[in-house]
T-cell receptor, first 111, second 114 residues
Framework: GQNIDQPTEMTATEGAIVQINCTYQTSGFNGLFWYQQHAGEAPTFLSYNVLDGLEEKGRFSSFLSRSKGYSYLLLKELQMKDSASYLCAVREQNYGQNFVFGPGTRLSVLP | EADIYQTPRYLVIGTGKKITLECSQTMGHDKMYWYQQDPGMELHLIHYSYGVNSTEKGDLSSESTVSRIRTEHFPLTLESARPSHTSQYLC?????????????FGPGTRLLVL
């Protein structure tokens, strides 16, 4: 079966660094994705990991450990506009290469 | 920026009406998807398509149907809307030829059934 866990809510201060964790259980892992979703809007793609290690893209980095079923999204130099939900999604080989989405982590950035 | 469109963006309709939610993409993606998302909740896959004339049901039971007659078009139809269908419906597409097969989402349709 598929199971993805993320913290429900996090709060951080403008200019700080925040790490959002994601753990997953899967029978046919084929990539992990992070999406950002502002309230009332559609998810937008942030990052993709299929091999172990860190992928950096500007203020955002994503890490993957396949052996531990673990990923994190690191946001640096937080800005108010980073207040959003962050969705962890796993692509499953045994699910037609479709995505299973986690519940999302709602991040609030305070001044 | 992804070129995937959904209409209408907002819809209020009475119980028992038939409705079709439109989704089109201009990226030539072979795969398309419909998700249902309630406010503050996770996305649930309700339908997907691998290409023209291919449609499959997702993990969330849905009373809706889909069709894929053209690559760029993936409409979702509710034959008889009920209040339980009130939700946000998100369409997405991806290219199986790209390594990551990243899904790109449309802006969504917010449906309210009275």
């Amino acid at each position: 079966g598929q199971n993805i866990d993320q913290p429900t809510e996090m709060t951080a201060t403008e200019g700080a660094i925040v790490q959002i964790n994601c753990t997953y259980q899967t029978s046919g892992f084929n990539g992990l994705f992070w999406y950002q979703q502002h309230a009332g809007e559609a998810p937008t793609f942030l990052s993709y990991n299929v091999l172990d290690g860190l992928e950096e893209k500007g203020r955002f980095s994503s890490f993957l450990s396949r052996s531990k079923g673990y990923s994190y999204l690191l946001l640096k130099e937080l800005q108010m506009k980073d207040s959003a939900s962050y969705l962890c999604a796993v692509r499953e080989q045994n699910y037609g290469q479709n995505f299973v989405f986690g519940p999302g982590t709602r991040l609030s950035v305070l001044p | 920026e992804a070129d995937i469109y959904q209409t209408p963006r907002y819809l209020v309709i009475g119980t028992g009406k038939k409705i079709t939610l439109e989704c089109s993409q201009t990226m030539g993606h072979d795969k398309m998807y419909w998700y249902q998302q309630d406010p503050g909740m996770e996305l649930h896959l309700i339908h997907y398509s691998y290409g023209v004339n291919s449609t499959e049901k997702g993990d969330l039971s849905s009373e809706s149907t889909v069709s894929r007659i053209r690559t760029e078009h993936f409409p979702l139809t509710l034959e008889s809307a009920r209040p339980s269908h009130t939700s946000q419906y998100l369409c997405a597409s991806s290219a199986s030829t790209s390594g990551a097969e990243t899904q790109y989402f449309g802006p969504g349709t917010r449906l309210l059934v009275l």
